[in-house]
DNA sequence: GAAAGTCTCCAAAGCGCTTTGGCTGACAGT
DNA sequence: ACTGTCAGCCAAAGCGCTTTGGAGACTTTC
């Protein structure tokens, strides 16, 4: 069923029918109920690839995923996903991934512009003076971004975690217990989140005199494995660490098996936060001891995100609004004050 | 620069360019050549919308994907993607997701065949007598199911791993090893691959006189957490098992934390088994003690997939083609001959 | 030397929708 | 009675591609 057909099952024209359909005033609204009537009867669905054709526009929204054989997808993407599919799913929009050589995005970003094939982007995990920004402003494309970059000399629109906030209140909060060697088990420093955790830690260290020293310091790429690894080589040292701050909950997984292997005990000899992104999958609370952890949905943020990307689509949102979260402190059992 | 432009650039018509382009013969060899050359150099690109509009061919693949407050996507997902994105990007194909409604994803996939918005769908995690296969079937379009279903009174096109002899292979071991109470802790049982599991278990202990009675046996969503609370449940049982074959490497996290809990130790108490689809952010050596594993890459499982789709939509592959992968069991330090 | 292929290429008709630029008739204003 | 306005509708022109149904020119065949 297509729409010469509804129109002429109608005896209308193709105009007033797309037109009633499509909420324009120049019909009657008597015209405008049989015609709708009649659509819903029929299961008259308009061809998207017409409509696109004939507009320019998708009814999708894109994310350029980067790929390749030394590329690993954040499991964080799964819960983001969810939170985007939660709110798109309400609107009957679609999806479209592009995957992307991790080193050349710029083509496909081109190639998905030119193409018309999305009305929105989002970008996440942004880089610090992310090129990827700069380039879809100048494609002139809505987007958002999750997640913020610094360095760029522009205002971009864009939903982020207050991770410096975060991480400096967590960060305090281990100082207040008593502990002066507080090491940071970041993510890789070419993120931009990892820079403000990082720059969150030093603010609340400097604010008492403290300080992060390299050997305090270690940003790697957030596996269980490196949390391990990185936990203990900051043990292993002559002035170790009484407390870690740790930007994921798998690394922290990582954490607590070298603490375990070193025979120190959390939190007894060595106090650990760590940032949780939640996942159904694995929660902090259930830890062997449970984790005391900076909280934020990122399925909340997908939805979020999904749901002003629609609006920048609908013209309801314009410039380069930036939105900002506050994170949860949730104590639980793994802080403790700095052993003797 | 579209197609009348370059057509009138190059002194041609429309139809020639565009079958000297997608390769028709009825264009002379020098003219063919004038023409890609023309286009390279213009970096003419046909407009997707208007060829879809045109062919029907969308140049797209597509997933299904259930959402919803209550609906947790699986982290083996965003594995999966990567290797289905892997193959994807080098053929300039797309992925679409469309979410749906968990309980209703049947008007989706008539919506999206309907509209032409993919060329094939895969579907993953099928269950018993899967309804979406019968209805994809139906609709007519390429597609490949990851897993398999049982039940259904027709085959179809799938890609899978043998659950089953991996699942009788580890439980082999154990009786091997001498243990005679092997529980299993498995996925929902809607889960074909759930089914087929446990009936790899069931055979093995069968052929050795043995049986897995309803205590030794759990079904739950594979978190954590339930991996957890299961092995609790079984080890506090008077006739406790001595050795636990698990169906996810995140459960094992959970499956290790009650044995330590309950004091339990791996393997001298307790052997351990669990399946692992390779994740890069959590590995089975680099458990407290390393773990045995019957494992398989999801993501060469995606990359497969892609290929096969793309195979199908080409129309070089037809029928109910049915892929099954052997599964490699990899021994580590996690188990142990049954305790006296 | 005419009829019958072969090669190449082309004009034009879709694909199904939106949108531009009217057209018509009713009603109000003078 | 005449003009102007406006609500309500329509025909037709795109959007940019593919594909059908030829049409010329050039060989080959008898």
Redesign the pocket.
């Known amino acids: 069923m ?3 057909q509804l129109a002429r099952m109608l ?6 029918v ?2 009633a ?2 909420g324009y005033p ?3 609204e008597e ?1 405008r109920r049989r015609v709708s009537d009649a659509a819903r009867q029929h299961g008259y669905r ?2 998207p690839s ?2 696109r ?3 320019g526009k998708a009814g999708m929204i894109g994310y350029v995923m980067p790929t390749g054989a030394s590329v690993d997808i954040d499991p964080h993407f799964v819960e983001f996903l969810s939170g985007l599919g939660d709110y798109v799913r309400a609107h009957e929009l679609d999806l479209v991934l592009s995957p992307a050589e991790a080193d050349d995005e710029e083509t496909t970003y081109r190639r998905i512009v030119a193409n018309k094939l999305v009305d929105a982007l989002y970008i996440s995990a942004p880089r610090h003076a992310d090129s990827r920004i700069a380039l879809v402003q100048d494609l002139g494309i809505p987007y958002i971004v999750h997640g913020r970059s610094e360095g760029l000399d522009f205002d971009y629109p864009f939903l982020d975690i207050d991770n410096e906030a975060a991480f400096h209140d967590a960060t305090r909060l281990m100082v207040q217990l008593g502990h002066k060697r507080v090491a940071l088990l970041n993510g890789e420093e070419a993120q931009t989140f990892a820079i403000c955790r990082e720059r969150g830690v030093r603010r609340a260290l400097e604010a008492s005199g403290l300080v992060l020293p390299p050997a305090m310091l270690r940003s790697v790429a957030m596996t269980e494995e490196n949390g391990y690894r990185a936990t203990r080589s900051l043990l292993m040292q002559s002035e170790a660490p009484t407390a870690i701050v740790c930007s994921s909950l798998i690394m922290a997984l990582g954490v607590v098996r070298a603490a375990r292997d070193l025979g120190r005990s959390i939190p007894r000899d060595l106090s650990l936060i760590a940032h949780d992104d939640v996942f159904p999958w694995l929660k902090p609370e259930n830890f062997s001891v449970p984790l005391t952890t900076t909280r934020s949905s990122i399925r909340a943020a997908g939805q979020r995100i999904a749901e002003r990307l629609a609006a920048r689509i609908a013209g309801q949102e314009a410039g380069a609004l930036g939105e900002v979260w506050p994170v949860d402190l949730i104590v639980r059992s793994s802080i403790a004050g700095a052993p003797a």
Do not use: Y
Not at 11 to 16: E, F
């Open positions: 297509n729409l010469k005896d209308l024209s193709q105009t007033t797309s037109r359909l499509n120049e019909v009657s015209t308009p061809n017409a409509r054709l004939a507009t």
